[in-house]
């Protein structure tokens, strides 16, 4: 339901819009719902009326809006229906890539050693761990990217288990795959106590279960 989605009340304009100011610009939640319809209207733009269009837009921005009805009943029969939106799948990939990006180029900078230009790189490359700049490169991207996909609650689930998995790297504690499950679960419901009535939150947490398995 929309309550559970964090929606406590719809509404609708009558007559003609009209634009009474811009003063919330610099607001960062503006700009970025901006920066939003900005890349949707250019997708549309560029597929036009091709058959997956809005399937695309949904997987890119997390913007169902535009899926057809019939795509929407197979998505639902086949179970799939989830995964279109901005899920772990998503963020994972793009974690994934910025991790792989952020340690080749992080461990190449110790390779100059005896460059006068890359001392301070390569001393920097030296004291901090790969390791550690990658993680925190990841959880920036999976900011921004978040950001990018609206912050759906799908969206802060993932975001809240990828940040307990990176804190814990980054402070070396003790903490096993099932700990980190129990303790990302728990902060998403304080955080989102609706949560569990949707289908996608025992859905990620069992994918995850069964890959710790």
């Excluded at 003063?23 to 549309?44: K, N």
């Excluded at 390791?131 to 990841?138: D, G, H, K, P, R």
């Excluded at 859905?203 to 398995?213: E, M």
Aim: charged residues 10%.
């Amino acid at each position: 339901s929309m309550f559970s989605q964090g929606i406590r009340a719809t509404g609708r304009v009558r007559g003609q819009p009209q634009l009474l100011g811009t003063g919330t610009t610099g607001r960062p939640d503006i700009w970025v719902q901006r920066m939003r319809y900005s890349l949707r209207q250019q997708m549309q733009a560029s597929l036009g009326d091709a058959r997956y269009a809005g399937l695309i837009v949904a997987l890119a921005l997390g913007d169902q809006s535009k899926i057809a009805y019939s795509d929407r009943q197979v998505l639902n029969r086949s179970g799939i229906a989830h995964l279109v939106a901005i899920s772990g799948l998503h963020i994972g990939w793009v974690v994934a890539l910025v991790v792989g990006v952020t340690t080749w180029f992080w461990r190449r900078l110790m390779w100059p050693a005896r460059w006068t230009k890359r001392r301070a790189a390569y001393a920097a490359s030296t004291h901090i761990p790969a390791q550690t700049v990658a993680a925190i490169a990841a959880w920036v991207a999976a900011i921004a990217y978040c950001s990018l996909a609206g912050w759906g609650i799908p969206a802060r689930r993932v975001f809240i288990m990828l940040t307990v998995f990176l804190a814990a790297l980054l402070c070396r504690l003790p903490c096993g795959g099932w700990r980190a499950l129990a303790l990302a679960a728990a902060l998403v419901v304080t955080a989102h106590p609706w949560a569990p009535l949707s289908a996608g939150f025992w859905l990620s947490f069992a994918a995850v279960a069964a890959i710790l398995a």
